[in-house]
């Protein structure tokens, strides 16, 4: 399946492309919309004896919107780029694939613009993220006899809908595809049908572009705080980024970078950031935020084990499509539908091969140990959040280390499963005895 290609330098997202999802993004949300749940915060690790060890400190920058993922503003700004330019009689249903938060993100941005769209989703997707979906404008659902369910049933879960959405809402859901590949393509076929527009997930310039307005949401909170100091000192001198774009329209990037360079070095040399990847779209966008702010910071990809297409891509330079692990532990691996796609995408590996100085590849063991803790001391995390902080416990080598936590949407059975499997090993610490499996430095352009 071809989710884009790179046909030519046009299709490649740039940093005004950022500030222009921004100012899209802030045109129809809310301050409170838009900030929701992101924002720096410390965390204490440590791996093997936790006894009388001094732990490593690493900040969480938490990149989730009120769908709980980063999705929401890369479909929205898809939407809205096709919304402003075609009147209401020109304009079409908005199609798109996901297992669960890019649907969220399609259905909530239509709901916000007043239009239709159809979310195709795999037979496997937890029950949760389709009633999540449903939950922002639909209850028109088909493909529930497909559903692998027990607890709930599938009469419950049709029950539940027709109680709970507005039968003649603009959101509809087809439950189609035995996994995302699969789903994708009849999603694409059913597109070119009715003639629609499909909303990729990860691999479009304005899909990329809104996922790097969370790096401007990451620098200005590293302007709130000197994380390099013991205290995490405030400064009490603190602008915003937004009160800065207006008061300072013509140099207000100048004025970002000497407060970053003040506080983090020459270039923001202190900072290492580790990013998730599965198709690549928030580590793609986010990088075009900090290189423009900090040119000399670490910017790390993280790649799970059993999801090898960044890892491989890396080592050729292009991309190179694999076969993810199984999503459940049939194969002895739990890999979160977020990451498990056969191939990063054309264009986000295009930008992240030009940004980031290495890719790893995250052992399974270590990754869920920390989603375990991670569980245990905020209730609700992704494996994704659990492979950064490894990441930027092992892999990272600057003194200001940060992990990007990009969703929590898990259901009741995978956090059953990750109890079961990954006991709490502490209380207030991280406790990691896994490892990186493999390194791959990138030479950027």
Not at 323 to 334: M, N, R
Request: hydrophobic share 40%; aromatic share 8%.
């Amino acid at each position: 399946m071809n989710l884009g290609t790179v046909n030519n330098t046009d299709d490649i997202p740039v940093f005004d492309d950022v500030i222009t999802a921004y100012n899209n993004i802030r045109e129809y949300f809310g301050e409170s919309d838009r900030v929701y749940f992101n924002h720096l915060l410390p965390v204490s690790f440590g791996s093997g004896d936790l006894k009388d060890q001094t732990p490593v400190g690493v900040n969480e920058f938490q990149a989730i919107s009120e769908i709980g993922s980063f999705k929401l503003f890369g479909a929205f700004n898809k939407i809205c780029q096709v919304y402003k330019s075609t009147t209401n009689e020109n304009r079409v249903v908005n199609v798109a694939a996901s297992a669960g938060n890019h649907a969220q993100g399609v259905a909530l941005a239509c709901k916000k613009l007043g239009l239709e769209s159809v979310i195709f989703m795999p037979v496997a997707t937890p029950i949760n993220k389709i009633i999540g979906t449903l939950r922002h404008g639909g209850q028109d659902v088909s493909g529930l006899e497909d559903l692998a369910l027990t607890n709930p049933t599938r009469g419950q879960v049709k029950e539940y809908c027709d109680r709970n959405f507005d039968k003649w809402a603009n959101v509809k859901v087809k439950i189609a595809g035995a996994n995302f590949d699969e789903t994708a393509k009849l999603a694409q076929e059913y597109t070119q049908k009715i003639g629609g527009n499909f909303i990729p997930p990860y691999n479009n310039k304005e899909v990329i572009a809104a996922a790097g307005t969370w790096g401007l949401r990451l620098i200005e909170d590293l302007l709130k705080h000197n994380f390099n100091s013991l205290n995490y000192e405030k400064q009490d001198n603190f602008v915003s980024i937004e009160a800065l774009m207006t008061s300072s329209p013509d140099n207000w990037t100048n004025v970002v970078k000497e407060k970053i360079e003040k506080l983090y070095g020459e270039g923001g040399k202190d900072l290492s950031i580790s990013l998730p990847v599965g198709g690549g779209g928030l580590a793609a966008g986010m990088s075009l935020v900090i290189r423009k702010f900090a040119p000399a910071a670490e910017l790390i990809a993280v790649a799970l084990e059993g999801t090898p297409s960044l890892i491989e891509s890396a080592k050729e330079g292009s991309v190179v499509p694999t076969t993810p692990a199984g999503l459940k532990y049939d194969d002895g691996l739990y890999i979160p539908g977020g990451t498990k796609v056969a191939k990063i995408g054309d264009i986000t590996f295009e930008v992240i091969k030009n940004n980031f100085d290495k890719a790893v590849l995250v052992e399974h063991k270590a990754f869920m140990e920390a989603t375990a803790n991670n569980l245990f001391r905020e209730a609700m995390s992704e494996p994704q959040a659990g492979a950064t902080q490894v990441a930027a416990l092992n892999a990272a080598t600057r003194s200001v280390r940060i992990s990007v936590k990009s969703g929590e949407n898990l259901s009741l059975e995978e956090i059953r499963i990750i109890r079961e499997k990954f006991p709490t090993p502490a209380i207030g610490m991280v406790k990691i005895d896994g490892a990186i499996l493999e390194t791959v430095e990138i030479k950027r352009n």
